[in-house]
């Protein structure tokens, strides 16, 4: 059975093939580092500040909860964008639980 993913991708503007592989890590690993650094700006503030009045504690674990599920999902697949991404999202989701735990 052949794969519906050509192994090469033709970048149209350039006129490039680039290997499929790399193209669909590059898309995860840049999907992984914008969904991961949306939340440092999020535990900075929280850290200065101490407010978290404004946090959901039932949200922040919920998430925080799927985040590790997607951790343990990227150990098994191998895949380092999920493991990198949900492991640096982890521990700033654990942060801002933490300090939602001591300041409310």
């Keep these: 059975m052949r794969s519906a993913v050509p192994p090469f991708f033709l970048l149209p503007s350039r006129g490039v093939l680039m290997p499929t592989a790399l193209l669909i890590e590059s898309l995860g690993a840049l999907a992984a580092a914008l969904t991961t650094l949306c939340w440092l700006p999020q535990a900075i503030r929280i850290v200065r500040t101490r407010d978290t009045r404004a946090l959901s ?7 925080a909860s799927g985040v590790f599920l997607w951790l343990v999902y990227g150990l ?3 895949s380092w964008p999920l493991i990198a991404a949900n492991l640096v999202t982890l521990l700033l989701m654990l942060i801002i639980i ?5 300041f409310g």
């Design 57 to 63: 504690l039932f949200t922040q674990v919920a998430f």
């Design 76 to 78: 098994l697949v191998g």
């Design 98 to 102: 933490s300090m939602k735990l001591r």
